[in-house]
């Protein structure tokens, strides 16, 4: 099945920089890679998906590319605030198949 | 904006009990699911469900896990005999399509503490 590496485990940054968060996944038949933010006792929430035939997709602050060859895609944060210190997951699933397979989460502090 | 909601928010229960976690999806969503995240670990798929069956499930729902849609607006997970391990954050989450790469959007969670 999937198997999904997210790297680093802990990042901190401070306030203003850029934070870039990676994963890798095995299957090549994955092709939606969403990013949840789950801040602290509380629900993960979608804050930005792409999908194998976009190779970057950006959101204000946040962009996510993905390199299909080599099987990864990263999260890019710019200008960071400290209200986006949170646990960041990577997911990846295929077309057809609604097991979603997440990273082990990155733990992101941003300092004032 | 609607969202997934679950009860109970904490649930304790003894070693050996049954317990039903419940859950009320987007209205108009159509897939449903069910995720556990052990504290301090990574958020781990349980179960899929669509027209009244599974469709998914992981290696960790063996025949102690078991799901439900038992009206038009809930949809349960029991787990029949809770063991230590058990204890983690339970997620229900749903999505309008059938297509894996559409939006899950996961409800406040349960946290089960098992003694």
């Known amino acids: 099945g999937e198997n999904v590496e997210q790297h680093p485990s802990t990042l901190s940054v401070q306030e203003g920089d850029s934070a870039v968060i990676k994963c890798t996944y095995s299957?090549?038949?994955?092709?939606?890679f969403p990013w949840y933010k789950q801040e602290l006792g509380k629900r993960p929430q979608l804050i930005i998906d792409i999908r194998s035939n976009v190779g970057e997709k950006k959101d204000q602050r946040i962009a996510v590319t993905l390199n299909k060859t080599a099987k990864h895609f990263s999260l890019h944060i710019t200008e960071t605030q400290p209200e986006d210190s949170a646990v960041y997951f990577c997911?990846?699933?295929?077309?057809?198949?609604?097991?979603?397979?997440f990273g082990a989460g990155t733990r992101l502090t941003v300092k004032p | 904006e609607p969202e997934v909601t679950q009860t109970p928010s904490h649930q304790v229960t003894q070693m050996g009990q049954e317990v039903i976690l419940r859950c009320v999806p987007i209205s108009n969503h159509l897939y449903f699911y069910w995720y556990r995240q052990i504290l301090g670990q990574k958020v781990e798929f349980l179960v899929s469900?669509?027209?009244?069956?599974?469709?998914?499930k992981s290696e960790i729902f063996d025949d102690q896990f078991s799901v439900e849609r038992p009206d038009g607006s809930n949809f349960t997970l029991k787990i029949r005999s809770t063991k230590l391990e058990d204890s983690a954050m339970y997620f229900c989450a749903s999505s309008s399509s059938g297509r894996a790469n559409n939006e899950q959007f996961f409800g406040p969670g349960t946290r089960l503490t098992v003694l």
């Open positions: 299957d090549s038949a994955s092709n939606y």
């Open positions: 997911a990846a699933s295929k077309a057809n198949n609604n097991d979603m397979r």
């Open positions: 469900f669509y027209n009244n069956e599974i469709s998914e």
